[in-house]
């Protein structure tokens, strides 16, 4: 969710693929669509475990003290943030070592539930999840809508094959290719606004797709020069898939750093307030640094939690 991702449409690739390239991605990407619980832990704790804060522990809304419980809604499919671990189930990443120990400084449970992404925040909305945690970008569009807790910033990247063999270094390369991305999100508004600017004159033909996945196989079988993702993402992807050895990233440094957020209803503003107490004690206590070194995501550190400080 672009992070950055917002309102994505789950489906299946409609076109057959090869076989060899689906196995590499879906290994690098987790498990399937289907609705599935998991730990809000990675299997190697980063960090001690967390001693429960009275004092923050109170500023929870009573009926989640009550409950024990804050039910986090993320969609599992978009490495280092979340993903599904060795057995398929367990969702690992950024996110859910940050949400295990949020809640042990709270002292309540932050369960992790992986569904569909376009589901998330009408689920949210219903009721279903108190908040969400998918490496979604914050945005004042988004921010008319939902709050944001801002614990980590992300440029953008532009993925490629390995070689490059269109030699593309930046958005001007991109005018007149093909470039895939996540259906909704951030990413693809900005490919728009690309396309009405510094490509005015010779397009980028976008293809929007429903997960990270499916975008990178638009680049593997040659159906797209780029992909444009979070710069996280699209670097992870390009050091794990393949053994680094299919994609690479064409930008040498992120481009247009935007700050990530746990999103909350805007009713919830107790529950808002509890959160960024509760991150700024991690990131005091140094927990938050560790975590961050531990998913090799050190670089999108924060120095403060912020609400809702989007710039665009």
Known sequence: MSASRFGLNRRRAGAPLAAAALAILAAACGGGSA????????????????????????????????AGTVKVGTEALYPPFESFGADNKTIVGLD?????????VLGV????????????????????????????????????????????TTGQAIVVKKGNPAGIKGVPDLCGKNVSVLVSSTQE?????????????????????????????????????????????????????GGGNQFEVA???????????????????????ALKAGLEELIANGT????????????GAVKDVTLNGATS
């Open 109 to 152: 449970k932050l369960p992790m539930t992986h569904t569909a992404f376009d589901g998330l925040l009408t689920a949210l909305d219903g009721g279903r999840f108190d908040i969400v945690m998918a490496a979604i970008t914050d945005t004042k569009a988004r921010e008319a809508k939902y709050d944001f807790v801002d614990y980590f």
């Open 35 to 66: 609705t599935t619980t998991g730990s809000a832990s990675s299997a190697a704790s980063p960090a001690p475990v967390q001693t429960k804060n009275a004092s923050l522990n109170e500023k929870l809304p009573a009926a989640l003290r009550t």
């Open 96 to 104: 859910p070592d940050i949400a295990a120990a949020l809640g042990e």
């Open 189 to 241: 508004k900005l490919l728009g606004e690309f396309n009405t600017k510094e490509c005015a004159a010779k397009k980028i033909n976008v293809t929007a797709l429903p997960n990270d996945k499916d975008a990178l196989l638009q680049v593997r079988t040659g159906r797209a020069d780029a992909n444009f993702t979070q710069d996280a993402v699209g670097r992870y992807n390009a050091k794990t898939i």
């Open 251 to 273: 930008n040498s440094q992120p481009m247009l750093p935007t700050p990530v957020g746990i999103v909350v209803a805007k009713k919830n503003t107790q529950l808002r307030d």
């Open 288 to 299: 938050y640094g560790r975590i961050l070194a531990k998913n090799d995501l050190s670089g």
